[in-house]
């Protein structure tokens, strides 16, 4: 069955310091998708990403945040200069054309900010 | 859905005993509905989903969901608990034209042997 990739699985950072999280979506997926969950709590939307431009963000997406579809196959999210609170599990989802379907989500990367 | 609630934060069962998890969402047009589960440290895993066809949806691992239009809800249910079904479940609906998803809260599920 297709998966979602991402990597790395966790990532230590240090307050202040860039971080790209990548993703390999399905290859024949056309909507792409970033999630965070703060440790204990519930799992938020933070950005969609549909013919190479975001078509819906959160107003957690601030300027400090950024996607990229660079190659065809990899979806990135940047933070560019991290703070304690952007440790988090993150999660890149993909889906196909159509209502909702083959909506799956990646395993993960846990960040952890320091 | 506008909204997702989970009415439940922690569940606890007994082992071979049902499991009954609440949802209910709020929406202005007919949503598409959701359920995850989290085990430790891991991703989310898609438990079923229903999006407008059969009311009644059949997941994996035995778990079930009813869509109740008149109660807003979507409870997920299973008859008998394993020990295995321990883990964070996630109720989400569909928050916006793009297919972001929003979530509830999680219950947290425990089963006692």
């Known amino acids: 069955e297709p998966e979602v990739t991402q990597t790395p699985s966790h990532q230590v950072t240090q307050m202040g310091q860039e971080v790209i999280l990548r993703c390999v979506p399905i290859?024949?997926?056309?909507?792409f998708y970033w999630y965070r969950q703060i440790l204990g709590q519930k799992v938020e939307f933070l950005v969609s990403?549909?013919?190479?431009?975001?078509?819906?963000k959160s107003e957690i997406f601030d300027d400090q945040f950024s996607v990229e579809r660079p190659d065809g196959s990899n979806f990135t999210l940047k933070i560019r200069s991290t703070k304690l609170e952007d440790s988090a599990m993150y999660f890149c989802?993909?889906?196909?054309?159509?209502?909702?379907?083959?909506?799956?989500f990646g395993s993960g990367t846990r960040l952890t900010v320091v | 859905a506008q909204s997702v609630t989970q009415l439940d934060s922690h569940v606890s069962v007994s082992e071979g005993t049902p499991v009954l998890l609440r949802c209910n969402y709020s929406?202005?047009?007919?949503?598409?509905l959701f359920w995850y589960v989290q085990h430790p440290n891991k991703g989310l895993q898609l438990l079923l989903k229903?999006?407008?066809?059969?009311?009644l949806v059949k997941g994996i691992n035995g778990f079930e969901a009813e869509f109740k239009k008149s109660e807003t809800s979507f409870h997920l249910t299973k008859p008998s608990a394993h020990m295995s079904d321990a883990a964070e479940y996630f109720c989400?609906?569909?928050?916006?034209?793009?297919?972001?998803?929003?979530f509830g809260k999680g219950t947290k599920l425990s089963v006692k042997p």
């Open positions: 229903y999006t407008s066809a059969a009311t």
């Open positions: 929406s202005s047009y007919s949503p598409s």
């Open positions: 989802a993909s889906r196909r054309q159509g209502p909702l379907r083959g909506y799956t």
């Open positions: 990403f549909y013919n190479n431009e975001i078509s819906e």
């Open positions: 290859s024949n997926h056309l909507y």
């Open positions: 989400a609906g569909n928050g916006g034209s793009q297919g972001n998803l929003i």
